[in-house]
């Protein structure tokens, strides 16, 4: 990974209410700060808008994601289409995938 130590959080936000995906994503975060990582976590990046679309915020994940390392998939990513998309965009360009990789 040489010096980038940015690591992009993903998993599900959707459906979810929004503190039980915040406390996901801030988990990991830790987890990955203590382990030595950058992490990007898109809850605490993302601007949250009224009217904004999933086109939109996608489109924000994705150029947070483009300049990390790798990507940490939290346990749910299976269940989140946006997870999906930002799993295979990070396989895509060669990053290293973390978390629940199965």
Not at 4 to 29: C, M, P, R, V, W
Not at 56 to 62: R, T
Request: charged residues 30%; negative net charge.
């Amino acid at each position: 990974m040489k010096d980038n130590k940015k690591i992009y959080i993903s998993g599900k936000i959707t459906g979810l209410a929004h503190e039980t995906a915040y406390a996901n994503f801030e988990l990991a975060e830790k987890v990955l700060e203590s382990l030595g990582y950058e992490p990007i976590n898109p809850m605490k990046k993302v601007s949250e808008q009224e009217g904004k679309t999933y086109k939109e915020y996608m489109l924000e994940d994705i150029e947070l994601l483009w300049d990390c390392a790798g990507i940490f998939m939290l346990d749910n990513w299976k269940d989140s289409r946006g997870a999906r998309i930002e799993r295979f965009i990070a396989e895509e360009l060669g990053l290293e995938v973390m978390g629940a990789i199965t």
